[in-house]
């Protein structure tokens, strides 16, 4: 039988047509990978197959954090870095085709050791120059590393300022900075890079307990998944999080037939959609626009009363604002939606 949020994809993704055909019981797998800095790759798209999967089966593997766990205390230099957002996979997905849809459901997200890293790089935040907006500066800002301990059975973690004697404690909340398929067309873009299949979204929404739409746009669909986040806050804004190797643990389903034109997501309390452009306005328009489709297909109220609605209830953030693109997610409690139809 499919689970109840593959259901809701099956329902949403096809217009809640009764025709849409089950999946049927078969036997599944768990499929088991470990992630090395000698396998990781820089981009998502085509790539030779780290592993195959079939609908339904789980994968469990690691990601190494977006520095390639390449900084591990005060006095690592940055040219330690071989890559950025390095991204395990990618994962071939049987019977996946264009214009399906791959559905991850993310069981669980587990910090691979006890501490973080967030840093500052000159050229790359949401407050100093950048190539798309450039200022004078008589210096630049200094590269700059903070180490974060993690105490994972207290689920915090400790900030020390390293110009004054200061330390607070916020909470662990562990997500995937980085999780996608190949682009179409056989592109392939920068690990650094969200769009339309994902990539680097930076979204705290991507944690356990939620189901992740993404497009497929090439045959085996081609997953990918790294940079790991024990904490971020919203847009990411001086360029990282608290950077962390990452164990995951996915189970994957498809929809046959019917695509998402933007990532999705779900919970049991509510619906998320995304925006992933710049300007930022764009973004949102994205976002917005592709959960009042959702309301209005699914629900069916109408685009103007869904707009209406989601104007007095909706929710919007912004993930991150550092990227090539920006990221925004729309989200609607279903509590104030009418029955799914």
Known sequence: MPSRHLFAAL?????????????????????HYHATIDNVKPTFGPAEPVAHLKPGDTLEANSLDCFGNALQKPGDPFSNIKIDNPLTGPFYIEGAAP????VIHILDLEVDGKQGVGTFSP???????????????KQPLPE????????????LITFHALDSNFETQF???????????????????SS???AEFGGNMDAPEVSPGNTLYLPVNIPGALFYFGDG??????????GSAVEVPMKAKFRFELVKGKSTGWPRLENDRELMTTGIYRPVDDAVRIAVTELIAWLHRDYQLSDLDAYE???????????????????VVASIEKKYLPPRK
């Open 11 to 31: 329902c949403s993704l096809a217009a809640c047509s009764l025709a849409a055909t089950p999946l049927r019981a078969q036997s599944h797998e768990t499929v």
């Open 99 to 102: 214009g399906d849809t791959l």
């Open 123 to 137: 050229g790359f935040g949401a407050a100093n120059s950048t190539h798309y907006t450039p200022m004078l500066e």
């Open 144 to 155: 700059r590393a903070w180490y974060y301990p993690i105490d994972a059975e207290k689920k």
């Open 171 to 189: 909470p662990l909340k562990p997500f995937l900075g980085c999780i996608g398929d190949a682009p179409a067309n056989g592109e392939v873009r």
């Open 192 to 194: 650094l890079v969200p």
């Open 229 to 238: 986040h024990a904490a971020m806050g919203d847009g990411e804004v001086a």
């Open 309 to 327: 609605l989601f104007s007095k209830v909706g929710h919007l953030h912004l993930t991150e604002m550092v990227d090539p693109n920006y990221v």
